[in-house]
């Protein structure tokens, strides 16, 4: 399990806030809340767009590889975790072609030979039960045949690349602002 997290002291530029916070007593906690909710919800929506375009599958298929925990009154941390191992290349945008299966991970399209999704002869060929997975024999005969992986791990993508980087940059430029603004509406 991978996890990218949003906490008070983990971000510069904030210990200008103290004597503010200081001065709000018991409502500074909910200032902080009300800041690492906010802006983990917009680090949160830069992750999926990274993540979508990093490793080339769907974005409906990233929310779902993600679990989120919000801040609450007792732990004022944002957390996005990730799970999961090698990802079929069923989530990739797979064409059946002649040489083999036409695949997109990471992005990039490109022919896994020696593949196939469906039965029969070309160009009649037909669906067969596989449930839109990419398969491929591994003996000599018709079985055993066997489901293939495309190589992208959603957990190592995320802490790595442009996706780490829209995390981190966002959480840097706007945590800092929305805990001034959230100030601003107590101290008003």
Same mark, same amino acid.
């Given at each position: 399990?991978?996890?990218?997290?949003? $906490?008070?002291?983990?971000?510069?530029?904030?210990?200008?806030?103290?004597? +503010?916070?200081?001065?709000?007593?018991?409502? $500074?906690?909910? %200032?902080?809340?009300?800041?690492?909710?906010?802006?983990?919800?917009?680090?949160?929506?830069? %992750?999926?767009?990274?993540?979508t375009k990093q490793t080339g599958l769907k974005r409906?298929?990233?929310?779902?590889?993600?679990?989120?925990?919000?801040?609450?009154?007792?732990?004022?941390?944002?957390?996005?975790?990730?799970? $999961?191992?090698?990802?079929?290349?069923?989530?990739?945008?797979?064409?059946?072609?002649?040489?083999?299966?036409?695949?997109?991970?990471?992005?990039?399209?490109?022919?896994?030979?020696?593949?196939?999704?469906?039965?029969?002869?070309?160009?009649?060929?037909?669906?067969? %039960?596989? +449930?839109?997975?990419?398969?491929?024999?591994?003996?000599? +005969?018709?079985?055993?045949?066997?489901?293939?992986?495309? $190589?992208?791990?959603?957990?190592?993508?995320?802490?790595?690349?442009?996706?780490?980087?829209?995390?981190?940059?966002?959480?840097?430029?706007?945590?800092?602002?929305?805990?001034?603004?959230?100030?601003?509406?107590?101290?008003?």
């Amino acid at each position: 399990m991978t996890v990218l997290t949003i $906490g008070w002291k983990d971000v510069e530029g904030l210990k200008r806030f103290d004597n +503010g916070i200081k001065a709000v007593g018991d409502d $500074g906690r909910k %200032v902080m809340q009300r800041a690492v909710a906010r802006v983990g919800d917009m680090a949160r929506t830069q %992750v999926y767009r990274a993540l979508t375009k990093q490793t080339g599958l769907k974005r409906k298929v990233v929310v779902r590889a993600l679990k989120v925990t919000r801040p609450s009154w007792t732990d004022p941390s944002y957390t996005i975790m990730a799970r $999961g191992g090698n990802i079929s290349l069923k989530y990739f945008a797979p064409r059946e072609t002649r040489k083999g299966v036409s695949a997109a991970p990471f992005g990039k399209r490109k022919v896994f030979a020696h593949t196939f999704m469906k039965g029969g002869l070309f160009p009649n060929r037909s669906a067969v %039960v596989f +449930g839109g997975q990419v398969m491929m024999r591994t003996g000599s +005969g018709r079985f055993p045949v066997e489901k293939q992986k495309s $190589g992208v791990y959603i957990p190592s993508e995320m802490v790595s690349g442009a996706t780490a980087k829209a995390f981190t940059s966002t959480v840097r430029e706007k945590l800092p602002q929305r805990v001034e603004h959230e100030l601003g509406r107590l101290l008003a």
